[in-house]
């Protein structure tokens, strides 16, 4: 199965035979593993200066050469490319039950969306985004040095939260937390409100070795209106590492299952046996970078439904908007050093800023 990445333009992933995700084609024009792994010891000096100060790896300042003209915001609203075809129907459904069943759908059907080899640019304190996803409007703002806020605005309904990427690396791999929520409320003649955390994702082949793609841990699910508790279990029965050393499992590393229930003390049952628990309300089962159902019925196939466009740019822009920033312009334009220059420029200003915040806070 392969599937093409339209944020990273030219990057095409293949499932593994276990269900991971793996890069199987880079850019044209340059191969972006090759080159990272080429600046290791240079990354490694700067990641591991920063590290010693306290410093998350998103704060550190990446070479252009390896870095993405997608920032931070775009990141964090690039999921709900899916929501005009998922959520904006959900205006008309009563049911709760069925309801809550596509709004996980929706959730397992973005995981893919935004997969790529380049670490995103981090946006600037007050850097805004003013966009459009298809008829949806997009706002977005990085309201402090780590957290990016966001606001999808439907036909009826609306999506915000906000989002922290916290990256830690390891000798041959990375995790990427994703802090934060996201809520959606519906309004209409069935007005609802749910609200859900995001998941962690595992990066293998970072020095050596397959660049390899997957996700990790569990997505809890509230629908605040109807008191209903849901839980994505992601590989749900992986057996750890001494477990894999004396079984196989039969299911793939991109399996996902679901449970809804009005019983919010079963989040937190990390067996397996939850799921022939009588407080059960519904099942669901799938694969992230397939599909997702319940009783044989598929809510998201990935083969049948295509993501809206990717973000646009709307027709007016403030002039805080990532598409006025320069380094970035530079970059599109192919103008690396001059985008290099830049974005130290606008970082040296960013870090004073970051010490008169700092002087006039312990002053209050």
């Known amino acids: 199965v392969f599937f093409f990445n339209d944020t990273a333009t030219t990057e095409i992933y293949t499932r593994s035979i276990v269900g991971s995700v793996r890069c199987v084609q880079e850019t044209e024009d340059t191969d972006f593993i090759s080159l990272q ?39 964090a609203v690039m999921p709900f490319r899916y929501a005009e075809d998922f959520i904006q129907p959900l205006v008309q459904y009563s049911d709760p039950i069925e309801r809550f069943k596509k709004i996980m759908a929706f959730i397992v059907a973005t995981l893919h969306i935004g997969i790529s080899q380049k670490k995103p640019s981090n946006s600037l304190l007050g850097e ?22 966001f606001l999808v605005v439907g036909n009826e309904f609306r999506i915000y ?16 937390d994703n802090l934060g929520k996201t809520i959606i409320e519906i309004n209409g003649p069935y007005p609802g409100k749910y609200q859900y955390n995001y998941q962690a994702v595992e990066i293998e082949g970072t020095v050596i070795g397959s660049r390899v793609f997957k996700f990790a841990g569990n997505i809890n699910i509230k629908d605040l209106t109807n008191k209903l508790y849901g839980q994505i279990r992601i590989n749900p029965y992986k057996s750890g590492f001494l477990g894999s050393l004396f079984s196989s499992s039969e299911f793939r590393e ?5 449970f809804i229930t009005k019983n919010k003390a079963l989040l937190k049952d990390k067996s397996a046996s939850v799921f022939e628990s009588d407080e059960i309300l519904s099942v669901m089962e799938g694969y992230w970078i397939e599909n997702f159902g319940s009783n044989g019925c598929l809510y998201w196939d990935i083969n049948r439904t295509d993501p809206a466009p990717a973000i646009n740019s709307s027709q007016t822009v403030l002039p805080s908007d990532s598409r006025k920033r320069k380094d970035l312009l530079a970059m599109i334009d192919g103008k690396l050093e001059e985008a290099e220059t830049i974005r130290e420029e606008l970082e040296n200003q960013e870090g004073k800023d970051s010490k008169l915040r700092a002087v006039s806070y312990t002053h209050l």
């Open 128 to 149: 805004t985004l003013n966009a459009r996803i298809g008829n949806l409007k997009v706002y977005a703002e990085q309201i402090t040095p780590t957290y990016s806020a």
């Open 254 to 258: 991109d399996h996902v299952k679901a």
């Open 37 to 75: 792994r080429s600046m290791g010891f240079t990354l490694l000096k700067r990641v591991s200066s920063n590290l010693i100060h306290g410093k998350s790896l998103m704060d550190i300042s990446f070479p252009i050469t390896i870095s993405d003209t997608n920032t931070l915001l775009d990141i």
């Open 161 to 176: 939260g906000s989002k922290q990427i916290v990256a830690h690396t390891y000798t041959n791999s990375a995790k990427v």
